[in-house]
């Protein structure tokens, strides 16, 4: 069974970092591409982050590019987000994915419980 549990997350200034983490059971990084989504209030869920299974190539949203780093632990099946320089719109749950690979969330059939990461002004 495919789990996937999120840690990290919580309520920090605009301008600071946080990290969030995410440990997976069930399958390996060979397997599907693992990655993070975001969904803010009142919006559709935006694909942040992923790391494809295959040559671990990593995709950003514009959004984030150069703010955000995406990094994973094969030996123990877990992923990270940093988030530096945050800003009050990276506001959001966020969610960690496992699946097809690009950066819509139709390709992602395994989703965890969501951590909310709140940035203030």
């Known amino acids: 069974e495919v789990q996937l549990v999120e840690s990290g997350g919580g309520l920090v200034q605009a301008g600071r970092s946080l990290r969030l983490s995410c440990a997976a059971s069930g399958f390996t990084f060979d397997d599907y591409a693992i990655g993070w989504f975001r969904q803010a209030p009142g919006k559709a869920p935006e694909g942040v982050s992923v790391?494809?299974?295959?040559?671990?190539?990593?995709h950003y949203a514009d959004s984030v590019k150069g703010r955000f780093i995406i990094s994973s632990d094969n030996a123990k099946n877990t992923i990270y987000l940093q988030m530096n320089s945050l800003k009050p719109d990276d506001t959001a749950v966020y969610y960690c994915?496992?699946?097809?690979?690009?950066?819509?969330?139709?390709?992602?059939?395994?989703w965890g419980q969501g951590t909310q990461v709140t940035v203030s002004s």
């Open positions: 790391i494809s299974n295959i040559g671990g190539t990593t």
């Open positions: 994915v496992a699946g097809g690979g690009g950066l819509y969330p139709e390709e992602y059939p395994y």
